[in-house]
């Protein structure tokens, strides 16, 4: 069984900063890419990917601000947020595609909540 566990969100005021963390654990072989997506409303949106080489994607509203970073050692990956607006605030999820053998597996945090006031 597979457990990402996310870790960091909280309530920020407008033009703060606040660490994101997510850690894979259980069985699986390797990571593929793990990254951030986020939900306001009905929609589920990236923030940012990141491939276990190194290799980041991020949503044009937080390029700039966020950054993604991988620990392949630990298994864990941060998003370090950086002059936070309150259209960031959202629950948080952390997602990762990890192989099982060959076969890629993709599997979700339970989220975590950002508010951000102005």
């Known amino acids: 069984q597979v457990r990402l566990v996310e870790s960091g969100g909280g309530l920020v005021q407008a033009g703060g900063s606040l660490r994101l963390s997510c850690a894979a654990s259980?069985?699986?072989?390797?990571?593929?890419?793990m990254g951030w997506y986020r939900q306001a409303g009905k929609q589920r949106e990236l923030v940012a990917t990141i491939t276990s080489g190194g290799t980041t994607n991020y949503a044009d509203s937080v390029k700039g601000r966020f950054t993604i970073s991988i620990d392949n050692a630990k298994n864990t990956i941060h998003l370090q947020m950086n002059s936070l607006k309150p259209e960031d605030t959202a629950v948080y999820y952390c997602?990762?595609?990890?192989?099982?053998?060959?076969?890629?597996?993709?599997?979700w945090g339970q989220g975590t909540q950002v508010t951000v006031s102005s």
């Open positions: 997602q990762g595609k990890l192989f099982y053998t060959s076969i890629l597996h993709n599997y």
């Open positions: 259980g069985s699986f072989f390797s990571i593929n890419a």
